[in-house]
Antibody
Framework: EVQLVGSGGGLVQPGRSLRLSCTTS????????MSWVRQTPGKGLEWVGF??????????EYAASVKDRFTISRDESKSIAYLQMNSLKTEDTGVYYC???????????WGQGILVTVSS | EIVLTQSPATLSVSPGERATLSCRSS??????LAWYQQKPGQAPRLLIY???TRATGIPARFSGSGSGTEFTLTISSLQSEDIAVYYC??????????FGQGTRLDFK
């Protein structure tokens, strides 16, 4: 059974950092691209970014709203994807989903969602 | 950036009846469109990709169609487990990948 379990969310002050983790099982992690999508009341579903699998260079792409603040990485040995969020803003508040996909652009397997609240 | 507009915002359909959801794009493209279903408290689930290909395990009552700027998700006979919010997503012109704002489907 494919599973993606997110962790690391919580309440954080503006300007601080937070790292989300997505622990996966039930599929060959190295074959999959990993994406992050967030959901906010104001903007609905918003693509955050993705990281390609190693066969495609393990490179990443980001939405303009998070570029230079957020970094996606992956640990092949642990089958975990990460979302490092720096310089957080109140508008980053939302539920963050990690997704594993064979086709990076088609969001195939979703994790359960991680709540991030940025507030002073 | 491609903007997707879904209509209607809320759709009420009787059990067993057909539900037709629309997704309109600001730019024309062929088939790089997906549909997702989200039930309360759950993550979205992939239903359709390539505008018309059902994902693994998706019942045959779900079908997708369209190209250009007009796309449609059809549920041929609405079941209770289909009550959810439905989102379209384009992956033709990226970054960014973009989503529609969703259509809430409920029983009449």
């Amino acid at each position: 059974e494919v599973q993606l379990v997110g962790s690391g969310g919580g309440l954080v002050q503006p300007g601080r950092s937070l790292r989300l983790s997505c622990t996966t099982s039930g599929f060959t992690f190295g074959d999959y691209a990993m994406s992050w999508v967030r959901q906010t009341p104001g903007k609905g579903l918003e693509w955050v970014g993705f990281i390609r699998n190693k066969a495609y260079g393990g490179t990443s792409e980001y939405a303009a709203s998070v570029k230079d603040r957020f970094t996606i990485s992956r640990d092949e040995s642990k089958s975990i994807a990460y979302l490092q969020m720096n310089s957080l803003k109140t508008e980053d508040t939302g539920v963050y989903y990690c997704i594993g996909s064979l086709d990076i652009l088609i969001l195939q397997h979703w994790g359960q969602g991680i709540l991030v609240t940025v507030s002073s | 950036e491609i903007v997707l507009t879904q209509s209607p915002a809320t759709l009420s359909v009787s059990p067993g009846e057909r539900a037709t959801l629309s997704c309109r794009s600001s730019h024309s493209f062929s088939s790089n469109l997906a549909w997702y279903q989200q039930k309360p408290g759950q993550a979205p689930r992939l239903l359709i990709y390539g505008a018309s290909t059902r994902a693994t395990g998706i019942p045959a009552r779900f079908s997708g169609s369209g190209s250009g700027t007009e796309f449609t998700l059809t549920i041929s006979s609405l079941q209770s487990e289909d009550i959810a919010v439905y989102y379209c997503q384009q992956y033709d012109n990226w970054p960014p990948i973009t989503f529609g704002q969703g259509t809430r489907l409920d029983f009449k």
